[in-house]
């Protein structure tokens, strides 16, 4: 009988997460007849979000709370090994939400992963095309809704979805100021990407964000919260749109997330601050994909995935997420 290897999510973490939070099993996979619709998939890769950490919360208010005692719900890429659809025949690569373990049962009322584009292979998946990937274009594109020779800021721009926000606003015309935690991110952001960069740990971002924006930010993209939110907020300039993505700072700080201290800022400027998920946007999927895809075909559009090995230093890796011991997209391929 095939065994599916499984994190069980044990306890919701209290601060910062940490691999107590979860608990290793392996069990009998069944082999019972699937349903119509059904589709059986084995995980090949997994995506480390930061999102995640929010999903292990009991209040999580967009995503349901990942119920204690069940595998931890997770972005992957894989193959359908049993399918009851005609739609996912066996030998289809496909990514999506599924969880933490080998073996995932996606049901048929609540198809929860999609076949990979032509041509994409898993890395690409869940990286330049993937999720985050999403996140930023539309996120920058619907809700930033950036103009040709405006200013854009991005915090986390090294990231998954930073990157993707820096190369598409540059793309499309715009000034772009990334800010990244160190040398080496902040010299990938310069001389790959092509944006100006600020190291918040070792520069006052305050004061480079003067000096580079002096005119102010046309269009501010989070994916951080904090205080570098507030020196953002500070340098916003008339009619600015801030597209609040994330709070990667505020994730494993207990309490509510902490909010600009100037709320006066946001009247005097005539700001717009609007919150989004990416969900809320995916029916503009397409048009990302194809300005992505055609970026990366005419070598226009760098991207990096951290890819590490091994299903049981899941918990490890991901941990790492929030101490910035990842460079790119962080991935997980799991060993046979």
């Known amino acids: 009988m095939t065994t599916n290897r499984q994190w069980i999510f044990t306890s919701r973490p209290q601060g910062m997460v940490s691999a107590a939070n979860f608990e290793y099993r392996e069990t009998p996979l069944a082999d019972a007849p699937l349903q119509t619709g059904d589709v059986l998939v084995r995980n090949q ?63 048929g009322e609540r198809m929860t992963v999609s076949p990979l584009p032509e041509g994409v292979d898993l890395i690409q998946a869940l990286s330049v095309f993937g999720g985050n990937a999403m996140t930023g274009y539309l996120g920058l594109m619907k809700v930033g809704l950036p103009k040709a020779g405006e200013t854009v800021v991005v915090t986390g ?31 990938w952001l310069r001389e790959v990407c092509h944006v100006e960069a600020i190291d918040y ?12 924006a002096p005119k102010g ?36 700080t207990p309490g509510p997330a902490v909010g600009p201290r100037d709320m006066f800022r946001l009247i ?3 700001l717009r601050v609007q ?20 970026w990366v075909k005419d070598g226009k559009f760098a991207y990096k995935a951290d890819v590490r090995e091994g299903f049981k230093k899941l918990p490890t890796t991901y941990a790492e997420l929030f101490t ?12 046979a």
């Open 45 to 107: 890769m997994f995506s480390l979000i930061p999102a995640q950490r929010t999903w292990m919360n009991a209040d999580s208010e967009y995503f349901p709370p990942i119920p204690l005692g069940a595998p931890v719900t997770a972005v992957a890429a894989g193959e359908v090994i049993k399918s009851a659809n005609p739609a996912l025949p066996v030998g289809t690569r496909v990514s999506g939400l599924t969880a933490w373990e080998d073996f995932t049962l996606i049901k």
């Open 157 to 187: 721009a090294a990231g998954s979805t930073g990157a993707t926000v820096v190369q598409t606003a540059r793309l499309k015309g715009c000034k772009v100021i990334g800010i990244a935690g160190g040398p080496e991110k902040c010299k």
């Open 201 to 212: 740990k070792n520069e006052n971002v305050a004061e480079r964000l003067k000096a580079l």
């Open 217 to 252: 930010v046309d269009v501010f993209f989070d994916n951080v919260g904090g205080v570098i939110m507030q020196d953002v907020i500070d340098q916003m300039a008339l009619h600015g749109r801030v597209a609040l993505c994330g709070q990667i700072s505020q994730y494993n």
């Open 268 to 270: 005097s400027q005539r």
């Open 275 to 294: 919150g989004f998920l990416v969900s809320d946007l995916m029916a503009h999927r397409p048009e990302a994909l194809a300005d992505l895809q055609q």
């Open 324 to 335: 910035g011991g990842n460079d790119g997209t962080l991935l997980l391929r799991a060993d």
